[in-house]
């Protein structure tokens, strides 16, 4: 069990460091080419928070634990939208531009309704649904890019430092290929240990999924979020966290259900997605009426988040789980 902790926590610095790492050498990258912000936010940006999504479930679903894939997926979709919004709208309130973030929620409703109405009928999200959420997918990263194309070319970014040089391309390469390899080797030992600890302590795989592995593989996004509201630009947060959602719904659980079918009983989609649903709800409304966000509505979505949490777990541990994990601790 010892080893098992220690292996997951070390999964979790892996990812954390990697899309770190990943978004800035992605960000340099697209700033040397010249390419808009608004590409960067909405398509770079988010794709190298999601990576950790992405190749957990992935990794999850290719060894046969499609809970688990199914869990990550709608469980960072939760966070995000819950706890990391919630932090950062408590932390610092933003004015919102309305026409930017309705095109995003739009694009987010319609992929949870197609995947709760799959889920729900059918019971099963199989390659045909995966390969439509993919073709969502691609529709909007073409959107994106279309739209934000007719804004003209930003000057390149100037060095931090008189007489500073940028950094030369093969660097940002390099950093890019590192963290993605620290990536890889942090979703395995996500996935692998955190079955063996959801063994240990008798919670189902599912359960794991949707906190601690959400958890740990939306740590990009919660960086991110903390930094810009420290730095005052909460409103690229904010749009991060949209479409990290959207990636999440359609690239992590489309890629996931291409691999390997991911059978869910309607007991289990309908209080998901009734959260997710309810947090989104949470976040995008008062936002498109009002123009700007609130700490009592950061305040509203943490509270829904720990709610959450609090059914979740109601019940899913069994009785003896303290006691299997009590001489670990106490050693």
């Given at each position: 069990?010892?080893?098992?902790?220690?292996?997951?926590?070390?999964?979790?610095?892996?990812?954390?460091?990697?899309?770190?790492?990943?978004?800035?050498?992605?960000?340099?990258?697209?700033?040397?080419?010249?390419?808009?912000?608004?590409?960067?936010?909405?398509?770079?940006?988010?794709?190298?928070?999601?990576?950790?999504?992405?190749?957990?479930?992935?990794?999850?679903?290719?060894?046969?634990?499609?809970?688990?894939?199914?869990?990550?997926?709608?469980?960072?979709?939760?966070?995000?939208?819950?706890?990391?919004?919630?932090?950062?709208?408590?932390?610092?309130?933003?004015?919102?531009?309305?026409?930017?973030?309705?095109?995003?929620?739009?694009?987010?409703?319609?992929?949870?309704?197609?995947?709760?109405?799959?889920?729900?009928?059918?019971?099963?999200?199989?390659?045909?649904?995966?390969?439509?959420?993919?073709?969502?997918?691609?529709?909007?990263?073409?959107?994106?890019?279309?739209?934000?194309?007719?804004?003209?070319?930003?000057?390149?970014?100037?060095?931090?430092?008189?007489?500073?040089?940028?950094?030369?391309?093969?660097?940002?390469?390099?950093?890019?290929?590192?963290?993605?390899?620290?990536?890889?080797?942090?979703?395995?030992?996500?996935?692998?240990?955190?079955?063996?600890?959801?063994?240990?302590?008798?919670?189902?795989?599912?359960?794991?999924?949707?906190?601690?592995?959400?958890?740990?593989?939306?740590?990009?996004?919660?960086?991110?979020?903390?930094?810009?509201?420290?730095?005052?630009?909460?409103?690229?947060?904010?749009?991060?966290?949209?479409?990290?959602?959207?990636?999440?719904?359609?690239?992590?659980?489309?890629?996931?259900?291409?691999?390997?079918?991911?059978?869910?009983?309607?007991?289990?989609?309908?209080?998901?997605?009734?959260?997710?649903?309810?947090?989104?709800?949470?976040?995008?409304?008062?936002?498109?009426?009002?123009?700007?966000?609130?700490?009592?509505?950061?305040?509203?979505?943490l509270a829904a988040y720990a709610l959450y949490i609090m059914f979740l777990f109601s019940g899913a541990l069994r009785p003896d789980a303290v006691t299997t994990f009590a001489?670990?601790?106490?050693?």
């Open positions: 069990m010892i080893k098992s902790l220690i292996l997951f926590i070390t999964g979790l610095l892996l990812l954390y460091k990697g899309g770190d790492f990943f978004v800035d050498s992605a960000v340099e990258i697209a700033r040397r080419r010249r390419i808009p912000e608004m590409i960067i936010g909405a398509t770079i940006v988010s794709i190298g928070t999601t990576i950790p999504e992405v190749t957990v479930s992935a990794l999850a679903s290719g060894a046969g634990e499609a809970d688990i894939a199914y869990g990550n997926a709608i469980g960072s979709v939760i966070c995000n939208t819950a706890l990391i919004a919630g932090i950062l709208l408590c932390l610092s309130p933003t004015l919102v531009r309305r026409r930017a973030l309705a095109s995003g929620a739009l694009f987010l409703a319609l992929s949870c309704v197609v995947f709760f109405i799959f889920a729900y009928t059918f019971g099963v999200i199989n390659w045909s649904t995966g390969l439509f959420l993919l073709g969502v997918f691609l529709v909007y990263i073409l959107y994106s890019a279309h739209s934000a194309a007719k804004a003209p070319r930003e000057a390149p970014s100037p060095p931090q430092h008189a007489g500073a040089t940028a950094a030369p391309l093969w660097r940002s390469l390099a950093k890019l290929a590192v963290s993605a390899a620290a990536i890889f080797f942090g979703s395995n030992l996500l996935v692998n240990n955190g079955v063996l600890i959801a063994g240990a302590l008798g919670v189902p795989d599912q359960i794991i999924a949707l906190t601690f592995i959400a958890l740990g593989t939306s740590l990009p996004e919660l960086v991110t979020a903390i930094s810009a509201a420290l730095k005052r630009h909460s409103a690229i947060s904010l749009g991060n966290i949209i479409g990290a959602n959207f990636f999440n719904l359609t690239l992590v659980s489309g890629l996931s259900a291409v691999i390997s079918p991911t059978f869910m009983p309607s007991h289990q989609v309908i209080p998901d997605f009734l959260t997710a649903a309810l947090v989104m709800l949470l976040l995008t409304v008062p936002a498109l009426v009002f123009g700007k966000t609130s700490r009592l509505q950061g305040a509203a979505l001489p670990y601790i106490i050693s």
